[in-house]
């Protein structure tokens, strides 16, 4: 007998991408990644490496630990954004209205399939994503070259044009094995 279809793993391809320069951005970074496993009607399919990058925008602030992960979810958008943000919060994330400042974590959704999205609070894709060479380059890691970012081109003809930022970054050797795998908390998501 065959499984009905709503059993199968849930259908957009998202891909996140993930920003930290405060308060151990590495250890911010792989906990996000955790949390992003537990999400509902979502399973985490991909993860890049971790990068060290230097900070765009204000340059008085740390370097910044960036990767992109790819989740396949059946959360509407504005759900995701939700649980992203709760995600930030639990990371003790401040919004002190400087933009492009300092942070503990941000959590930004790059792609949501092939939408285009303008809403008030949500703009997929997003709107810089396609310059900055801290979220082409780890999402190159896990997505194929031909990718198309809607209304912006292939992502390797995208990634060409700031090759040099991407030489810059260094690409942080994998962690090793824990220990012990820590049990992780179920959370609870209030959606
Ligand atoms: N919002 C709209 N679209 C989205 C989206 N696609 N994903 C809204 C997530 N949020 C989205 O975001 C402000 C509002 O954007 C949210 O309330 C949401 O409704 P925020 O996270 O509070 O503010 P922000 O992150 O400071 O602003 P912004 O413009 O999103 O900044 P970016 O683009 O995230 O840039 N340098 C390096 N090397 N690495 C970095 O990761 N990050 C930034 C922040 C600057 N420089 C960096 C890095
Ligand atoms: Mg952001």
Same mark, same amino acid.
């Given at each position: 007998m065959t499984e009905p279809l709503a059993m199968t793993t849930p259908g957009v391809q998202v891909y996140i991408g993930l920003g930290a320069n405060l308060a151990d951005p590495r250890r911010q970074v792989e906990q996000a990644l955790l949390e992003l496993r537990t999400l509902p009607e979502s399973e985490l399919? +991909?993860?890049?490496?971790?990068?060290?990058? +230097?900070?765009? #925008?204000? /340059?008085?602030?740390?370097?910044?630990? $960036? +990767?992109? /992960?790819?989740?396949?979810? #059946?959360?509407?958008?504005?759900m995701l954004l939700a649980a992203l943000q709760q995600i930030e919060r639990r990371h003790g994330r401040i919004r002190n209205g400087q933009r492009w400042g300092p942070r503990t974590l941000d959590l930004d959704i790059l792609l949501v399939g092939e939408q285009v999205l303008r809403l008030? $609070?949500?703009c997929v894709p997003h709107p810089q994503m396609h310059a900055r060479a801290f979220v082409l380059g780890p999402l190159a890691e896990i997505a194929a070259p031909w990718l198309e970012i809607p209304g912006r081109g292939r992502l390797e003809e995208l990634l060409a044009a700031v090759a040099e930022d991407a030489a810059a970054m260094t690409r942080l050797p994998a962690a090793e094995p824990a220990p012990h795998i820590p049990t992780m908390k179920a959370h609870t998501w209030s959606l």
């Open positions: 399919m +991909a993860v890049s490496s971790l990068y060290q990058t +230097a900070p765009v #925008g204000p /340059a008085d602030q740390p370097d910044f630990i $960036n +990767a992109v /992960a790819r989740l396949d979810t #059946g959360l509407e958008p504005l008030p $609070n949500l």
